[in-house]
């Protein structure tokens, strides 16, 4: 049952002209349960209404009568605060959350429309670092949560495999590099092949006409050039799904920006059609100084395209494809300009459909303070990362309980979980600096918290056997600690909603580490398997353990945790 909108519409029936959506949006919850489990300030009233906010509270406390759901209404300080019925409330948020199980919190809000979401984008060639794992994993949650709530979620990896930095591989491969190095040392020879390159172009600057030069060998189809970059993104690729099977990342398409060559001469010809094109010595752009944004340069004065050009030409190639109700970009804050830019372009065009278009921008991670670069060689090697969380949980498995089964598997589970948890915790436009100690902490607000206080939950049910929880008598939970427990499980399908409208999947992380707190107090408070325990009140304790269980596994999987069952 959604409390929220019963109360605005029981609310709304009692006014004038105010609409149950508007009263709904109102609603909230008290930070203490001595006030009442839902409040409607009535502050947005007073001006409509023309009464005081405490007038018109007592008012609706007056008329509010008899309602088997309700214990008591409260009029404070322009508050209505509604007590709701201790037993009913447990019996209605237990039985609904049994009754679904992995469909609990889902909805069918997107009813079949597309979204696409791009996300990860790796360029090739270069390593996959600290700095792609945001990018993937904040994507990879939103795609989760969208499909959750009945939309078609349509992952796209778009690739970064095509732009100057190729010349520059290339010309590096042919002065410093050797077809056995390459073979044996893959994306990582690759990547120290691109720091030389670099490093010599420092002091040798033609080496950038080189390097451009063959940029434009490769977009006209040089044999010898395209040879050697099919063989830059095999390699690549072999490392990144490396990457993506840890992780336990899919995605729907991998068409990265060369699968758009065959389509930028379409759309560029469409922008001189419609007079958007300007020439500027030699090169061809869009002007966009009227929206307060530098111009959007589409061609190169050497012919060769760019970011733009590509982005442009993918989003109305996936709008032809996907007929997508929104498309969103998952990239660092730094691109915001570039989305603006092109975003402008798409609605310049003509397309309406350019205010469907998404930029998610997350912070930056740097290395106390100091910027990612890759041409540089400053990154953290995400696959040394996950490596060294997983050697972690296997260590303390080993101190702690060597006799646990699936071993490696869990491992696995709990250690790349608490990398990505680490990162989702916070909001997602945070700065992070990275620090091997947080990445690698298990201690208090962790992925390893949560998932633990799943285990422990199963590890009651196991050790009660075969109790009838479906049976159970649920009004019985109503005890302060029994209560918190169903209010926060009752939270779960808003917080999901309210994920996807935020685009915020640290909304959904954040609800785990309170869910997973206020399990682990009913459990210290309220005794479960003890001999003494009311079979009656055991059987509803149990059911509420199950329940926990499935918000904490349905979560999880929305962040792309699994949830062990042992720990």
Not at 218 to 245: P, T
Not at 399 to 413: T, Y
């Amino acid at each position: 049952m959604n409390y929220k909108l019963w109360l605005a519409e029981q609310t709304a029936s009692k006014l004038e002209d105010v609409s149950v959506e508007a009263l709904a949006e109102w609603i909230e919850y008290p930070p203490n349960p001595q006030m009442g489990d839902l409040s409607l300030p009535c502050f947005k009233l007073s001006k409509q209404l023309r009464k005081a906010p405490q007038a018109i509270a007592e008012e609706l406390q007056q008329g509010w009568g008899e309602h088997p759901a309700v214990e008591r209404v409260e009029a404070v300080a322009g508050y209505l605060n509604v007590f709701l019925n201790k037993a009913s409330f447990a019996a209605d948020v237990v039985s609904e959350v049994l009754a679904q199980g992995e469909r609990f919190g889902s909805q069918n809000i997107g009813e079949g429309r597309s979204v696409v979401i791009d996300f990860s984008s790796p360029n090739i060639a270069k390593s996959f670092h600290i700095g792609h794992l945001r990018s993937t994993v904040i994507g990879r949650a939103l795609y989760n949560i969208f499909k959750f709530l009945g939309y078609n979620s349509v992952g796209v990896n778009h690739l970064g495999d095509w732009g100057t930095q190729f010349g520059k591989l290339i010309v590096a491969y042919k002065l410093w590099g050797d077809e056995a190095a390459v073979e044996a040392g893959g994306i990582d020879e690759l990547q120290r092949l691109y720091v030389k390159f670099h490093d010599e172009a420092d002091v040798k600057p033609e080496l950038e006409d080189e390097a451009r030069a063959w940029f434009v060998k490769l977009e006209q189809g040089d044999e010898e050039a395209h040879k050697l970059w099919r063989w830059f993104v095999e390699i690549s690729l072999k490392e990144f799904h490396k990457m993506y099977d840890l992780l336990g990342v899919k995605f729907d398409s991998y068409a990265g920006e060369s699968f758009y060559n065959d389509k930028m001469a379409a759309v560029l010809e469409e922008l001189k059609t419609k007079q958007l094109l300007e020439e500027d010595d030699g090169a061809l752009l869009v002007k966009l100084e009227d929206y307060n944004m530098p111009p959007a340069l589409m061609v190169k004065k050497d012919g060769g395209t760019l970011y733009h050009t590509r982005d442009v030409t993918a989003a109305i190639y996936r709008k032809h494809t996907y007929d997508f109700e929104k498309a969103v970009y998952v990239t660092d804050a730094g691109q915001s300009l570039h989305f603006q830019q092109w975003f402008k372009v798409i609605e310049l065009m003509g397309y309406d459909w350019a205010k469907q278009l998404v930029h998610v921008p997350f912070g930056k991670v740097s290395l106390e303070g100091a910027k990612l670069s890759t041409r540089k060689g400053n990154v953290i090697n995400l696959e040394e990362l996950l490596t060294k969380a997983i050697e972690k949980t296997r260590e303390i498995i080993e101190e702690k309980n060597p006799e646990l089964e699936n071993k490696e598997e869990v491992a696995s589970q709990v250690g790349v979980g608490a990398v990505v948890f680490n990162d989702l915790s916070n909001n997602r436009i945070k700065d992070i600096v990275f620090s091997w100690d947080e990445a690698l902490n298990f201690e208090g607000e962790t992925g390893p918290y949560v998932q633990y206080a799943h285990a422990r939950a199963c590890s009651i049910l196991r050790r009660a056997g075969a109790v009838d929880t479906a049976s159970a008598k649920l009004e019985l939970l109503t005890e302060p600690a029994e209560q918190g427990l169903v209010r926060e499980l009752h939270l779960f399908k808003e917080r999901v909603v309210q994920a996807m409208d935020k685009l915020e999947p640290s909304i959904i992380s954040r609800y785990l580490i309170d869910l997973a707190q206020v399990f682990n107090r009913f459990y210290k408070e309220c005794p479960i398997l003890k001999a003494d325990v009311n079979a009656d009140v055991q059987a509803a304790r149990l059911a509420l353990t199950k329940a926990t269980t499935v918000a904490l596994t349905n979560g999880l999987a929305l962040i792309g945790l699994d949830a062990p069952e042992k720990m």
